[in-house]
């Protein structure tokens, strides 16, 4: 290892004195201005990584939904899934070291994970739209250079692209032609096979309005657009020409406050859906007559396509195995409706697309969905195998044309991570499909009232969790309070978590109305601000 070389640029980078940093939900998040010496050891450890693999690896910069002053770095192994849990510690250990330290931690990576040092190594390097997002990925470049490594910067890219290119790579492009032209040519060709089937809609327009949260989510969709069948009419708002990234706006900003964002105005029944920063969720809404606002969110999106792919299994006769993996946000209503109404099983992980991802692994056909609208659905080999099979070879004309259909759902969803873009386009040929409105769809089942809330505290990580983080553990006597609070209101359920993108606690409940909802939610996190150490004001109702 060129140790001099790894010095020299290090010494460019510096960390700044007392900085502690966790690989988190989705790898690092903080302040840009705290992310330099991060990016350029991100930089490092992925060359390792490479070398160990012998694969490509990706590297994002991106803090997706956090806000525009935020920054943050994903990194993305072979296949396009989110990086291994083990190597997320190396990352910790690497962007807190001392500078004197990071050569001993680069030699123990190496010894422990048999990294050979001469391997060619290769790291396809992608970023969101922030102001600090160039530099920052300027500084990974320097850390794969300083290891000699070789690099593919990708510019301006969503966070599911990148993911996408560097499956297409590791896969000698068996998963797709591994450029962002290729990505669009594969979604639209899908998409296009998957609605000619639709029968009696096939011809009608779809109109959807995109709120684009001001992020690459815009950019990424006009450059789309030609390739698109034209019969898809989309409308895109919050494009990033005028306003901040996230701000008031994004898929988060909808789901968290149940509200549309602004920058787009919503006519009675009208279809819309927004896009969060780096474009890897998606949620969809819209106003009633009187004007109520309706969110549809991850859990709903999750029974459409769950629904949709179940109807396509029994007609094809395969008894393929499906289930849905959820986090402990995803309404009461909906895991209900799946277990008792669709018999599919559910299962819940902890949250972070990594843990639900890994879960849906264990089946033929795995469709995972947080509520925030992050998800996608995994195919087995042999379930893949299978359905292209039957969709060739299978006699029977019903049979064969659902196979069909399967086979362009598994074209058109994003495998490797959940995908806005992806995603927007599996519901809408979904819901031309089955000919459903936004609001039939929404009336599938009715959503428990909820609420979310966020409560600072001097260190969140007092706050330990266990059951899929539907408990706590610690501190002493804050579960006991959750559970005593609980049980003041009907059909209730509430959970505390430290944020892993946020420096916040966050705090989610469920009741029999909203007004329960919201004073449930209050009142844990004024015992989460009492109990687990709150800075500034208390929670107000
Ligand atoms: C990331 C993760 C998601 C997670 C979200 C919030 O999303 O990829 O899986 O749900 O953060 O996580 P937390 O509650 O720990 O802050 P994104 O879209 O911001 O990358």
Redo the contacts with the bound molecule.
Sequence with gaps: MDFEAVAKYSALHLKPTGLSLQY????F?TKAGHLDHVMYRMGLLAVLRSRQTKSTIGVMV?????PEEDN?V?LVDPLGE?LTSAWEEYATRLANAEEQEIQSILTEICQKEAVKLHQYASVFIGRDTRPSSEKLSQSVIDGVSALGGQYHDYGLVT?PQLHYVVCCQNTQEHYGKGTVEGYYQKLSKAFGELTKQASSSGDDQMCLKIDCANGIGALKLKEMECYLPKKLLIHLYNDGTKDKLNHLCG??FVKVHQKPPLGLEIKPNERCCSF???A??IVYYYNDTVGHFHLVDGDKIATLISTFIKELLIKIGQTLKMAVVQ?A?ANGSSTRYLEETMKVPVHCTK??????HHKAQEFDIGVYF?A?G?GTVLFSKAAEEKIRHMAKEEKENQKRKAAKMLENTIDLINQTV?DAISDMLVIEAILALKGLTVQQWDAIYTDLPNRQLKVKVADRRVIDTTDAERRAVTPPGLQEKIDELVKKYRVSRAFV??????D?V?VYSEADTQENADSLAHEVSLAVYYLAGGIGEPPQP
């Design positions: 988190g939900t989705a790898g998040r991106t803090a997706s939904h956090n943050g994903k989110m966070t898929a988060d969060d920063g780096d890897d969720r986090t946000y949250t972070g697309v990594k843990h639900l947080e925030n992050h959940g978590r430290p944020s892993g993108t946020e916040v966050r």
